[in-house]
């Protein structure tokens, strides 16, 4: 323990022993990089730290948004589970059934495509109530 015997002398020996005890008290194991203690360095910014004070804090809301949504797992629609990762901009692949998606260039699904896709089954849902009222007829 070289520490022990420089000139400034900072942590004594009772200290570091205390302070090991403490830690084993809160944890509950001599592993001391066990628990949560380090700090919160991003706790507002989050993924938007790297930018630092640079930009203006709205597009580094702005970015934090697409970054988050961009990074998240989805839902697979085929097998169910929440596999889905970004490939590229725009290809979306599920790891538990190796399915390759095209989506959005953030998100899987974006607000138009959905407006699309509920526009295609109204109408289908339509055309089959026509259809079934002419074989009725």
């Known amino acids: 323990f070289f520490f022990f015997f420089s000139s400034r002398r900072r942590h004594t020996r009772s200290s570091l022993v205390s302070w090991a005890r403490r830690c084993v008290q809160e ?3 001599w592993d001391f990089n066990k628990g949560n203690n380090m700090g919160k360095r991003t706790h507002k910014v989050g993924i938007c730290g790297k930018f630092g004070t640079r930009y203006g804090a709205s ?7 697409f970054e988050e949504s961009q990074h998240a797992r989805y839902t697979c629609p085929f097998c169910g589970k929440t596999a889905i990762k970004r ?3 725009g290809i979306w692949k599920c790891r538990g059934c ?3 998606i095209a989506g959005g260039a953030w998100e899987l699904t974006t607000a138009p495509a959905l407006a ?7 109408l289908k849902k339509v055309k089959l109530g ?5 074989e009725d007829k």
């Open 130 to 134: 026509a259809t079934k009222t002419k």
């Open 27 to 29: 944890t509950g194991t």
């Open 87 to 89: 490939q590229a901009v």
């Open 59 to 65: 597009l580094r809301k702005m970015i934090k948004k």
């Open 116 to 122: 699309v896709k509920a526009t295609v089954h109204r």
């Open 98 to 100: 190796n399915k390759l």
